[in-house]
């Protein structure tokens, strides 16, 4: 029984690290965005709002795995209750974010996405939530919200171009030059221009809510087996000393 508790403990720690590094991703993932896109930021509440939580969930989920890794190596109740609190809230959050997001990734659902995308002119000045959509589509390379470029009709923003080292390749497709509009003045005189053809969809952000569901859930019958196999031990030592 020994052997098993130093494996279980052992994998438990091994989960808990893996917890911690992803809340370090996320604080550095805030971190980037707040610092490199602070202006685009600013202007609208509700990425600003993300960015936030990012901090939040970042900050929460390490402190939680140092308390899941304290109790399991030191033998405390106390923090591995903690911990399964924590984690049941974990896994509702997540849960619900799953649902909500598998709702609206469905195209029939997509209104608020497709109305938020086709209220801008993009070739109209003075477009405040371009710098929005163009970080968006850069940094996820994707392009539109439903279909792909062609969401965009011919005016198709210049964040949707492919990265040099992404042309020519299966996530590229070709487009008409004159379609493209430039954050610059740029003459173009036709020709074929690579976009992304993937649109900005949930399906990744779900895939990895559904990881941290699993491995909340690993984590959370987890700790408590320790806590069972703890008190289990603590009355043996009280029976034994009773004796």
């Known amino acids: ?38 202006n685009v930021l600013k202007d609208i509440e509700l990425m600003y709002a993300i960015t936030i939580v990012l901090y939040v969930i970042g900050a929460i989920t390490i402190v939680v795995s140092c308390l899941g890794i304290y109790g399991a190596l030191k033998e405390k109740k106390w923090p591995l209750v903690v911990y399964c609190v924590w984690m049941v809230l974990g896994m509702i959050v997540f849960l619900v974010d799953v649902v909500v997001e598998d709702e609206t990734a469905e195209p029939q659902k997509f209104s608020t996405v497709e109305e938020y995308f086709r209220q801008f ?43 040099e080292e992404d042309r020519g390749s299966s996530i590229c497709q070709n487009v008409n030059a004159s379609y493209i509009v ?21 399906e990744d952000m779900i895939g990895l809510s559904i990881g941290i569901i699993v491995l909340n859930l690993v984590g959370l019958v987890l700790a408590v087996v320790l806590l069972c196999q703890m008190r289990k031990s603590s009355g043996v030592t009280s029976i034994n000393t009773q004796a």
């Open 1 to 38: 029984m020994g052997r098993f508790n130093i494996w279980l403990r052992r994998l438990f720690v091994f989960i808990n690290v893996l917890f911690a590094i992803g809340g370090i991703i996320l604080l550095a993932v805030a971190i980037y965005f707040h610092y490199r896109y602070f």
């Open 121 to 163: 002119q993009l070739d109209e000045e003075g477009d405040n939530h371009k710098p929005f959509i163009d970080m968006y589509q850069s940094e996820f390379q994707c392009c539109g919200h439903l279909t792909g470029p062609q969401d965009w009709g011919r005016h198709i923003p210049a964040s949707c171009l492919c990265a």
């Open 182 to 202: 430039w954050d610059e003045e740029v003459h173009v005189e036709g020709g074929q221009e690579q976009v992304y053809k993937m649109p900005c969809t949930f």
